[in-house]
């Protein structure tokens, strides 16, 4: 209560600045997460300290502070980033700045700065977010700015806030059909310079290297990967749910890598993919992770349906477009379920997948020359069946947890450690399985999904990331094989997902009610799907098919130039159009008598615009006599219409006016 | 004056004589003007950057963000010109002033319609001394705005400007408005003019003679001023008022004083720059005036008889102000 008083006690500069130090604020808390720790203690002891200056309206610190300050900032940036250009640096570096800059508050400029510098940091809020919450942050903050900036434009008095907030407002809600409107038919163009290469940083996601034994402790990370919206609803077994990211073919001891695309020539083998049955159609909303790949299910004959992209297959069975995908996409595919791939004999290319570093992992390749030799394992089903069969009863175990491995990975994970989770098991299984000559490859990419009872979409997460193996057999072809399901047959088809030890706060509402957490939870991600497919996720080829809609037989962007030039003309026309009516609103008498006044201006009579049809009517007896007869009587018929007693006239005698100024002699000055 | 000032100055006196003065005026469409402020111009530079931000990072939030900020922009355009049409300014009939003293004129803005019209500036047009006000909703503001008046005369008031930048400072509005109203300007009175100048005898030149030789006759008494001579107190009449409770005492006029009378002339200044002429007698004249002396004004081929009061007063300064 007594805070309240203080606050609105208050000098008028004092309280503007508060308000404008919380806004800034308000701009900045969300990035925290992303910005270096000195960064944020920094703005943070600015901010605190210019209210308190504000408050005890004690002057500003001097020019030598400020320097000092920006030279903290500018080599603090470049320890941290190693350079000053780039994102991360510029993001760093506008906010500091934002923060320096309010300790000099004296000239219009300095506050104009502020809010240039407060619109930028607002953006790069959305280099690491673009979810609903960031979205409702900045729109809240944009209003704050927006705010302060027409409060800065009331000079007279201490008017409250609440009007300048008012007016902020009423221009933001005013101002959302321009937005929309130029949301919608401002043409999306790619970048017009190369993506800047850590436009993705700090995203997680498939890489395109699995490096083995190095992560103690793999987090769950529950993010979203992408969205899967199955045709007629119909979601394939779950033991199919296989979405295929890179194929990881080359191991150097300890870290499996894909091949470059079409780096070697004389590797390249068409995929050789043989489908049969009927296909599943679906559309794939992909989050952005800037890396060049399609999620697809296994196995996609047909090029993927992705405007804007140039999308090429590989001998994998992967899908990959000519850039990073940087943006959130959606595209259509369709995939056959039971298939076939790869050549029917070893070629050059098959062998290459047999490939392992000299030396390493020797119990292992001792373990591969064992079962080889046993004679039950002649063939490679058989020999596949045998490991499995070694997985599960070897008293293997699936964990999260399994700590950091030594060299040898497969030796570790074979004969000491005995346990681990996908990746583990997938790369000691494929060298085990090269290590008794059969041309094997982990395959990574996202395994089973669940699907949000709201919206009806299919949800890939982070979490549901997983590396299978697949084995070559002569005249097969590639066999999908996946090890981990042997060792822990949940993680592999149910919906059973091995959880983390959930957090303090999720465990009581989980206790309370695990269907409720459930259900807010797929209203909420149903919510953010939304968000996704219609903001987010509005592309080209969405404005082309706007576009198309609207009867455009074959749209191109120029199209979308011509409409939204087409609706600025529509716009200013029907301003000029208001404006006419809203001049058409001044009292139809008034303007009748200034009609008569500069026709009467025109014969020579200058009369000021106050006066009245009576002086008018004096003027031209003294000036025309008789002649201006019909005119004089009209002017008192005028001046009877707006002012006689008895209310006969109306508005019917107005027009009759109007007409009768029509046929009277005028006469001539 | 170089020749880019010298065209501008042609194209402002033109713009300004297409203007009808007039002591009201009220803004339309056809008299506010509207162009982007510096600010203005920097607000589209950080919209251009935003935008291409958003295209190179592709960032759909970015767009809407940038389009936001742009549709606050054209309707803070829209806000800003509203601000200043349908607004009623009228002229108060300006005073007379002194030349070179701080006076102010008086706007009354009428707003007529139903929500108020903040931050609206009034200047004389390229003084730079803004004051601004808010009008009320339905109601009226005054403005006093500063001026300084320049030489003595008869002037046209200068022509005023409104403007505002409400609401977001990017655009800048204003009208050009010239009043009809005439102002009379007197000259500027001397900071530290010398004494009066001594009366001079009734009648001019001719009666001087005379008036020496009838020194020493007494027409009749007024009442006792400092600095009269002993002799010149009538004591009978003052033993009389002092035993009727009075302390006033009565002198002896001379006719000598009677016929003596404070002319303020030019040719008795001593100067010979006319401004500086008509700037001693302004000062002269305020000071007869203080004194509550009979004075009067001979200004070139001007006679003011002498007389006082604030209307004569006025009557010699307009005097001055015009000749």
């Known amino acids: 209560m007594q805070l309240t008083t203080q606050l609105t006690s208050l000098p008028r500069e004092a309280r503007d600045t508060l308000f404008l130090l919380g806004v800034i604020a308000l701009i900045v808390l969300p990035q925290i997460g992303n910005l270096p720790f000195w960064c944020t203690s920094l703005v943070a002891v600015v901010l605190l300290w210019r209210g308190t200056l504000a408050v005890q309206a004690r002057p500003l610190p001097n020019r030598w502070w400020r320097g000092a300050l920006l030279l903290v900032a500018l080599v603090g940036t470049y320890v941290t980033h190693r350079t000053l250009l780039g994102r991360d640096a510029g993001v760093t570096l506008v906010v500091v700045l934002l923060a320096l800059k309010t300790l000099e508050l004296r000239a219009r400029r300095d506050a104009f700065v502020i809010f240039f510098l407060g619109f930028f940091a607002m953006l790069t809020n959305f280099f690491y977010s673009q979810s609903l919450p960031t979205a409702f942050a900045m729109l809240l903050a944009l209003l704050g700015l927006l705010t302060a900036l027409v409060n800065a434009h009331m000079p007279v008095g201490r008017p409250p806030l609440v009007q300048a907030a008012r007016t902020a407002g009423g221009m933001a809600l005013l101002g959302a059909p321009i937005m929309v409107l130029l949301f919608v038919l401002f043409p999306r163009m790619a970048p017009l310079w190369g993506t800047p290469n850590d436009a993705m940083t700090g995203r997680s996601g498939l890489s395109a290297t699995m490096r083995v034994g190095a992560i103690a402790q793999l987090a769950l990370d529950d993010g979203i990967a992408a969205r899967v919206k199955f045709d007629d609803d119909v979601v394939p077994d779950r033991q199919v749910l296989y979405f295929r990211g890179p194929v990881l073919s080359q191991f150097d001891g300890r870290e499996w890598t894909a091949p470059p695309p079409f780096s070697r020539a004389s590797a390249f083998t068409p995929a050789n993919l043989r489908v049969s049955g009927t296909p599943v159609r679906y559309a794939v909303t992909l989050e952005p992770s800037n890396r060049p790949w399609l999620l697809t299910l296994d196995a996609a004959p047909v090029k993927p349906d992705l405007p804007g992209y140039e999308l090429f297959g590989t001998p994998e069975l992967q899908w990959l477009a000519s850039r990073p995908i940087g943006d959130l996409v959606r595209y259509r595919a369709e995939s056959y379920t039971q298939y076939q791939s790869g050549p029917l004999r070893r070629t050059g290319a098959v062998q290459l997948n047999l490939d392992l570093p000299r030396g390493s992992n020797p119990r292992t390749v001792a373990l591969a020359a064992q079962l080889r030799s046993d004679p039950a394992n002649a063939t490679t089903p058989a020999l596949v069946q045998a490991v499995l069969q070694r997985l599960r009863t070897g008293g293997y175990t699936y964990t999260l947890d399994p700590g950091v491995y030594g060299d040898d990975t497969a030796d570790v994970f074979w004969f000491e450690r005995k346990e681990g989770f996908c990746e583990h098991i997938a790369s000691a299984f494929v060298v085990l399985m090269r290590a008794a000559g059969v041309p094997a490859r982990i395959v990574t990419g996202y395994q089973g999904g669940e699907r949000n009872d709201v919206d009806g979409y299919w949800t890939l997460r982070n979490s549901d990331a997983h590396a299978w193996a697949e084995v070559w057999q002569e005249g097969v072809g590639w066999v999908r094989v996946d090890p981990t399901g042997s060792v822990a047959p949940g993680r592999v088809g149910t919906f059973n997902r091995l959880a983390p030890t959930p957090g303090v706060f999720a465990g009581a509402f989980g206790a309370m009610s695990p269907t409720l957490v459930q259900n807010m939870r797929a209203a909420w991600e149903a919510l953010n799907n939304g968000w996704n497919q219609w903001v987010l996720n509005y592309t080209q080829s969405k404005q082309l098919d706007l576009l198309k809609n609207l009867g455009f037989d074959s749209p191109s962007l120029a199209d979308l130039g011509l409409v939204l030039l087409w609706l600025l003309v529509a716009t200013s026309l029907a301003g000029a159009a208001w404006t006419l009516w809203e001049r058409s609103r001044t009292d139809p008498w008034l303007r009748l008598l200034a009609q008569a006044r500069k026709r009467l201006q025109k014969a020579g009579i200058a009369l000021p615009p106050t006066a009245p049809p009576r002086q008018m009517a004096e003027q031209v007896r003294a000036r025309f006599g008789d002649a201006g007869k019909p005119l004089q009587d009209w002017l008192l018929q005028l001046e009877a219409q707006r002012y006689a007693r008895e209310s006969a006239a109306s508005a019917k005698g107005l027009a009759s006016l109007r007409s009768a100024m029509r046929r009277i002699p005028w006469p001539q000055g | ?323």
């Open chain 2, 1 to 323: 004056m170089n020749p880019a000032a010298a065209v501008r100055a042609r194209i402002d006196g033109w713009f300004l004589s297409r203007r009808a003065p007039s002591d009201q005026l009220e803004l339309t469409q056809r008299n506010v003007y509207i162009v982007p402020t510096r600010a203005g111009w920097a607000l589209g530079l950080t919209l251009a950057v935003l935008l291409v931000a958003s295209i190179n990072y592709q960032l759909n939030l970015g767009y809407l963000l940038t389009f936001l900020l742009a549709g606050c922009v054209a309707v803070g355009m829209h806000v800003c010109h509203g601000t200043l049409r349908g607004l009623a300014l009228n002229l108060v009939s300006p005073g007379a002033h002194f030349a070179g003293a701080a006076a102010v004129f008086r706007v009354v803005l009428h707003n007529g319609r139903g929500s108020v019209r903040y931050g609206i500036g009034l200047a004389v047009r390229g003084s730079g001394q803004w004051s601004w006000s808010d009008v009320p909703a339905g109601g009226t503001a005054t403005v006093e705005v500063a001026f300084k008046p320049p030489q003595r005369g008869l002037h046209a008031v200068p022509p005023l400007t409104a403007e505002t930048r409400f609401p977001l400072g990017t655009f800048r509005v204003w009208c050009v408005w010239r009043p009809a109203a005439k102002m009379l300007v007197y000259p500027a009175p001397e900071q530290h003019p010398p004494p009066l100048p001594p009366g001079e005898p009734r009648g001019g030149a001719a009666a001087q003679a005379s008036s020496a030789q009838s020194a020493g006759e007494y027409d009749g008494v007024r009442p006792y001023r400092r600095g009269d001579a002993m002799k010149l107190v009538v004591w009978k009449k003052a033993a009389r008022a002092q035993a009727a409770g009075s302390d006033d005492l009565v002198s002896r006029d001379a006719a000598q004083a009677q016929r003596h009378e404070l002319w303020l002339d030019d040719r008795s200044t001593g100067l010979a720059d006319v401004e500086a002429r008509l700037s001693r007698l302004c000062a002269w004249v305020l000071m007869a005036d203080r004194l509550a002396l009979d004075y009067g004004l001979r200004v070139g081929t001007r006679f003011l008889a002498p007389s006082q009061g604030e209307a004569h007063k006025r009557a010699c300064l307009e005097a001055l102000a015009l000749c």
